[in-house]
T-cell receptor, first 116, second 111 residues
Framework: DTGVSQDPRHKITKRGQNVTFRCDPI?????LYWYRQTLGQGPEFLTY????????KSRLLSDRFSAERPKGSFSTLEIQRTEQGDSAMYLC??????????????FGPGTRLTVT | GEDVEQSLFLSVREGDSSVINCTYT??????LYWYKQEPGAGLQLLTY?????DMKQDQRLTVLLNKKDKHLSLRIADTQTGDSAIYFC???????????FGSGTRLSIRP
Protein backbone atom coordinates (compact mmCIF):
# COMPACT_ATOMS: atom_id res chain seq x y z
CA ASP A 1 0.00 0.00 0.00
CA THR A 2 1.82 3.08 -1.25
CA GLY A 3 -0.65 5.69 -0.09
CA VAL A 4 -2.32 8.45 -2.06
CA SER A 5 0.00 10.13 -4.57
CA GLN A 6 -0.39 13.46 -6.32
CA ASP A 7 1.40 14.97 -9.27
CA PRO A 8 2.88 17.49 -9.61
CA ARG A 9 3.81 18.50 -6.07
CA HIS A 10 4.30 22.12 -7.09
CA LYS A 11 2.98 24.13 -10.03
CA ILE A 12 3.66 27.75 -10.87
CA THR A 13 1.57 29.21 -13.65
CA LYS A 14 0.65 32.56 -15.08
CA ARG A 15 -2.80 33.98 -14.70
CA GLY A 16 -5.06 32.84 -17.50
CA GLN A 17 -3.29 29.54 -18.13
CA ASN A 18 -4.90 26.13 -17.67
CA VAL A 19 -3.48 23.59 -15.22
CA THR A 20 -4.23 19.93 -14.56
CA PHE A 21 -3.44 17.92 -11.45
CA ARG A 22 -3.47 14.16 -11.04
CA CYS A 23 -4.33 12.02 -8.02
CA ASP A 24 -3.73 8.28 -7.67
CA PRO A 25 -5.71 6.87 -4.74
CA ILE A 26 -4.87 3.91 -2.56
CA UNK A 27 -5.63 0.88 -4.69
CA UNK A 28 -9.14 -0.52 -4.29
CA UNK A 29 -10.39 2.64 -2.60
CA UNK A 30 -13.65 3.36 -4.33
CA UNK A 31 -14.07 6.94 -3.11
CA LEU A 32 -11.86 9.83 -4.12
CA TYR A 33 -12.11 13.39 -2.83
CA TRP A 34 -10.63 16.76 -3.75
CA TYR A 35 -10.10 19.54 -1.21
CA ARG A 36 -8.45 22.94 -1.34
CA GLN A 37 -6.43 24.43 1.51
CA THR A 38 -5.29 28.04 1.73
CA LEU A 39 -2.72 29.36 4.17
CA GLY A 40 -3.89 29.30 7.76
CA GLN A 41 -7.14 27.50 6.98
CA GLY A 42 -8.39 23.97 7.10
CA PRO A 43 -9.12 22.06 3.90
CA GLU A 44 -12.36 22.90 2.07
CA PHE A 45 -14.28 20.22 0.24
CA LEU A 46 -14.47 20.57 -3.55
CA THR A 47 -15.89 17.33 -4.94
CA TYR A 48 -15.92 13.56 -4.58
CA UNK A 49 -16.29 10.44 -6.70
CA UNK A 50 -17.57 7.00 -5.95
CA UNK A 51 -15.94 4.83 -8.56
CA UNK A 52 -16.27 6.90 -11.76
CA UNK A 53 -19.39 8.81 -10.72
CA UNK A 54 -19.01 12.36 -9.44
CA UNK A 55 -21.57 12.43 -6.64
CA UNK A 56 -21.16 15.85 -5.06
CA LYS A 57 -19.69 19.21 -6.00
CA SER A 58 -19.15 22.17 -3.71
CA ARG A 59 -20.36 25.63 -4.61
CA LEU A 60 -16.65 26.53 -4.41
CA LEU A 61 -16.16 24.60 -7.63
CA SER A 62 -16.78 27.27 -10.25
CA ASP A 63 -17.32 26.56 -13.93
CA ARG A 64 -13.57 26.92 -14.45
CA PHE A 65 -12.96 23.77 -12.42
CA SER A 66 -13.59 20.27 -13.70
CA ALA A 67 -12.74 16.92 -12.21
CA GLU A 68 -12.82 13.48 -13.76
CA ARG A 69 -12.26 9.91 -12.71
CA PRO A 70 -12.76 8.09 -16.00
CA LYS A 71 -12.03 4.51 -14.99
CA GLY A 72 -12.72 4.74 -11.30
CA SER A 73 -9.02 4.75 -10.46
CA PHE A 74 -6.94 7.94 -10.82
CA SER A 75 -8.55 11.37 -11.01
CA THR A 76 -7.66 14.68 -12.61
CA LEU A 77 -8.60 18.19 -11.54
CA GLU A 78 -8.37 20.87 -14.21
CA ILE A 79 -8.53 24.60 -13.61
CA GLN A 80 -9.11 26.73 -16.68
CA ARG A 81 -8.14 30.41 -17.00
CA THR A 82 -6.42 30.42 -13.61
CA GLU A 83 -6.78 33.43 -11.33
CA GLN A 84 -4.56 34.55 -8.47
CA GLY A 85 -7.28 33.50 -6.05
CA ASP A 86 -6.79 29.91 -7.19
CA SER A 87 -3.39 29.82 -5.48
CA ALA A 88 -3.69 27.14 -2.81
CA MET A 89 -2.77 23.60 -1.88
CA TYR A 90 -4.99 21.08 -3.67
CA LEU A 91 -5.41 17.91 -1.65
CA CYS A 92 -6.69 14.54 -2.76
CA UNK A 93 -7.98 11.84 -0.44
CA UNK A 94 -9.36 8.36 -0.88
CA UNK A 95 -11.45 6.03 1.23
CA UNK A 96 -13.05 2.63 1.38
CA UNK A 97 -16.00 1.81 3.59
CA UNK A 98 -14.89 -0.06 6.68
CA UNK A 99 -16.95 -2.65 8.50
CA UNK A 100 -18.31 0.17 10.65
CA UNK A 101 -19.09 2.41 7.67
CA UNK A 102 -16.61 5.05 8.75
CA UNK A 103 -15.13 5.93 5.30
CA UNK A 104 -11.81 7.04 6.79
CA UNK A 105 -10.20 9.45 4.36
CA UNK A 106 -6.47 9.18 3.67
CA PHE A 107 -4.80 12.22 2.18
CA GLY A 108 -2.05 12.66 -0.35
CA PRO A 109 0.78 15.20 0.01
CA GLY A 110 -1.02 17.81 -2.08
CA THR A 111 -0.21 19.93 -5.13
CA ARG A 112 0.77 23.50 -4.31
CA LEU A 113 -0.45 25.89 -7.03
CA THR A 114 0.94 29.40 -7.34
CA VAL A 115 -0.67 31.71 -9.89
CA THR A 116 1.45 34.74 -10.77
CA GLY B 1 -24.31 26.03 7.12
CA GLU B 2 -21.94 23.56 8.65
CA ASP B 3 -19.22 25.09 10.78
CA VAL B 4 -16.39 23.88 13.00
CA GLU B 5 -14.67 26.10 15.56
CA GLN B 6 -11.33 25.54 17.24
CA SER B 7 -8.98 27.79 19.18
CA LEU B 8 -6.03 28.75 17.03
CA PHE B 9 -3.12 28.13 19.38
CA LEU B 10 -2.18 25.93 22.33
CA SER B 11 1.14 25.85 24.13
CA VAL B 12 2.00 23.08 26.61
CA ARG B 13 5.07 21.92 28.46
CA GLU B 14 6.75 18.73 27.33
CA GLY B 15 5.41 15.79 29.34
CA ASP B 16 2.12 17.51 30.21
CA SER B 17 -1.24 16.63 28.68
CA SER B 18 -2.64 18.67 25.79
CA VAL B 19 -6.35 19.17 25.35
CA ILE B 20 -7.62 20.50 22.04
CA ASN B 21 -11.28 21.50 21.91
CA CYS B 22 -13.71 21.79 19.04
CA THR B 23 -17.36 22.74 18.59
CA TYR B 24 -19.39 21.93 15.51
CA THR B 25 -22.84 22.73 14.22
CA UNK B 26 -23.93 19.70 12.16
CA UNK B 27 -25.92 17.55 14.56
CA UNK B 28 -26.17 14.79 11.92
CA UNK B 29 -22.41 14.15 12.03
CA UNK B 30 -21.87 10.41 12.22
CA UNK B 31 -18.10 10.14 12.46
CA LEU B 32 -15.84 12.81 13.91
CA TYR B 33 -12.18 12.69 12.96
CA TRP B 34 -8.97 14.22 14.23
CA TYR B 35 -6.21 14.92 11.73
CA LYS B 36 -2.62 16.08 12.32
CA GLN B 37 -0.69 18.25 9.87
CA GLU B 38 3.03 18.86 10.30
CA PRO B 39 4.73 21.75 8.45
CA GLY B 40 4.95 21.04 4.73
CA ALA B 41 3.28 17.67 5.13
CA GLY B 42 -0.08 16.18 4.30
CA LEU B 43 -2.89 15.37 6.69
CA GLN B 44 -2.48 12.33 8.89
CA LEU B 45 -5.56 10.63 10.28
CA LEU B 46 -5.02 10.25 14.03
CA THR B 47 -8.25 8.82 15.35
CA TYR B 48 -12.01 9.12 15.13
CA UNK B 49 -15.12 8.55 17.18
CA UNK B 50 -18.56 7.36 16.17
CA UNK B 51 -21.41 9.63 17.20
CA UNK B 52 -23.01 7.05 19.49
CA UNK B 53 -19.89 6.91 21.66
CA ASP B 54 -18.83 9.44 24.26
CA MET B 55 -15.21 8.38 24.68
CA LYS B 56 -12.53 6.56 22.74
CA GLN B 57 -8.99 5.85 23.89
CA ASP B 58 -6.16 5.01 21.52
CA GLN B 59 -2.74 4.80 23.20
CA ARG B 60 -1.83 8.39 24.21
CA LEU B 61 -4.95 9.82 22.56
CA THR B 62 -8.34 10.18 24.23
CA VAL B 63 -11.32 11.57 22.34
CA LEU B 64 -14.34 12.87 24.25
CA LEU B 65 -17.65 13.63 22.55
CA ASN B 66 -20.53 15.59 24.05
CA LYS B 67 -23.14 15.16 21.35
CA LYS B 68 -25.75 17.27 23.12
CA ASP B 69 -23.41 20.29 23.19
CA LYS B 70 -21.74 19.35 19.87
CA HIS B 71 -18.36 19.49 21.57
CA LEU B 72 -15.39 17.29 20.75
CA SER B 73 -12.00 17.19 22.43
CA LEU B 74 -8.68 15.46 21.84
CA ARG B 75 -6.39 14.80 24.78
CA ILE B 76 -2.77 13.90 24.14
CA ALA B 77 -1.07 12.40 27.18
CA ASP B 78 2.65 12.93 27.86
CA THR B 79 3.03 15.46 25.06
CA GLN B 80 6.32 15.19 23.18
CA THR B 81 8.14 17.55 20.80
CA GLY B 82 7.05 15.31 17.91
CA ASP B 83 3.46 16.25 18.70
CA SER B 84 4.08 19.81 17.49
CA ALA B 85 1.69 20.27 14.58
CA ILE B 86 -1.69 21.66 13.58
CA TYR B 87 -4.62 19.52 14.70
CA PHE B 88 -7.89 19.56 12.81
CA CYS B 89 -11.27 18.57 14.13
CA UNK B 90 -13.26 17.17 11.20
CA UNK B 91 -16.84 15.94 11.48
CA UNK B 92 -18.38 13.93 8.67
CA UNK B 93 -22.02 14.50 7.82
CA UNK B 94 -24.68 11.83 7.59
CA UNK B 95 -24.24 11.49 3.83
CA UNK B 96 -20.76 10.02 4.51
CA UNK B 97 -19.24 12.22 1.84
CA UNK B 98 -17.37 15.37 2.71
CA UNK B 99 -15.55 16.16 5.90
CA UNK B 100 -15.86 19.66 7.30
CA PHE B 101 -12.58 20.93 8.73
CA GLY B 102 -12.02 23.60 11.32
CA SER B 103 -9.20 26.12 10.96
CA GLY B 104 -7.00 23.94 13.11
CA THR B 105 -5.23 24.35 16.44
CA ARG B 106 -1.48 24.89 16.33
CA LEU B 107 0.09 22.96 19.20
CA SER B 108 3.52 24.07 20.35
CA ILE B 109 5.62 22.34 22.98
CA ARG B 110 7.72 24.18 25.56
CA PRO B 111 10.79 22.44 27.01
Amino acid sequence: DTGVSQDPRHKITKRGQNVTFRCDPISEHNRLYWYRQTLGQGPEFLTYFQNEAQLEKSRLLSDRFSAERPKGSFSTLEIQRTEQGDSAMYLCASSLPTGTGSYEQYFGPGTRLTVT
Amino acid sequence: GEDVEQSLFLSVREGDSSVINCTYTDSSSTYLYWYKQEPGAGLQLLTYIFSNMDMKQDQRLTVLLNKKDKHLSLRIADTQTGDSAIYFCAPMGSSASKIIFGSGTRLSIRP
